[in-house]
T-cell receptor
Framework: QKEVEQDPGPLSVPEGAIVSLNCTYS??????FMWYRQYSRKGPELLMY????GNKEDGRFTAQVDKSSKYISLFIRDSQPSDSATYLC???????????FGTGTSLTVIP | GAVVSQHPSRVICKSGTSVKIECRSL??????MFWYRQFPKKSLMLMAT?????????EQGVEKDKFLINHASLTLSTLTVTSAHPEDSSFYIC??????????????FGPGTRLLVL
């Protein structure tokens, strides 16, 4: 079983839709959870960073962590064509040096 | 947020030559940097973990004599692809791990280097 599972998509939504991206994981030691956005031919850009369970909101983006279910989500409200990218989840434990990435979900927002 | 640069952004070289890629953390010190390789439409593949002042730790299947990593300072790590061959053509991305009081410890990525070996 992989440490982190992420549906690769592709996911295609109309502009203005709410997008839900998800990852599941198997290691209960993971405490830090990240979402990265990667545009084509660019390096990943850190979008959201959360510690332990709960929600974190930043503008149109909301990250949720449910440690009891080992499930994390990224919600994008009022999606824009500029949100079209690949979204990677990542996580690590308290020791911090080993990070585990999802395979990435490709999102296209259609104008 | 923290900024990581990579140089060059793109390189084309002949088979058999060596190519050096630099990764710099511009506004923070990074004891640990990571090197990844990414094929088109695929996820990141960790190649090695680079620690300042010590030898890099390579992932299984990555040839350490082929991919030389040097982390000589807290802001610079280099990856040298030695005797490059067409199968080494790929997108190479570095990241730097932030650490220290008051700073979220996570990875910040460079913009990537696209290597094409002819």
């Amino acid at each position: 079983q992989k440490e982190v599972e992420q549906d690769p998509g592709p996911l295609s939504v109309p502009e203005g839709a709410i997008v839900s991206l998800n990852c599941t994981y198997s290691n209960s030691a993971f405490q830090y959870f990240m979402w990265y956005r990667q545009y084509s031919r660019k390096g990943p850009e850190l979008l959201m960073y959360t510690y332990s369970s709960g929600n974190k909101e930043d503008g149109r983006f909301t990250a949720q962590v449910d440690k009891s279910s080992k499930y994390i989500s990224l919600f994008i409200r009022d999606s824009q064509p500029s949100d079209s990218a690949t979204y990677l989840c990542a996580m690590t434990s308290n020791t911090g040096n080993q990070f585990y990435f999802g395979t990435g979900t490709s999102l296209t927002v259609i104008p | 947020g923290a900024v990581v640069s990579q140089h060059p952004s793109r390189v084309i070289c002949k088979s058999g030559t060596s190519v050096k890629i630099e990764c710099r953390s511009l506004d923070f010190q990074a004891t640990t940097m990571f090197w990844y390789r990414q094929f088109p439409k695929k996820s990141l593949m960790l190649m090695a973990t680079s620690n300042e002042g010590s030898k890099a730790t390579y992932e299984q299947g990555v040839e350490k004599d082929k991919f030389l990593i040097n982390h000589a300072s807290l802001t610079l790590s280099t990856l040298t692809v030695t005797s490059a061959h067409p199968e080494d053509s790929s997108f190479y991305i570095c990241s730097a791990l932030t650490s220290g009081r008051g700073v979220q410890e996570t990875q910040y990525f460079g913009p990537g280097t696209r290597l094409l070996v002819l």
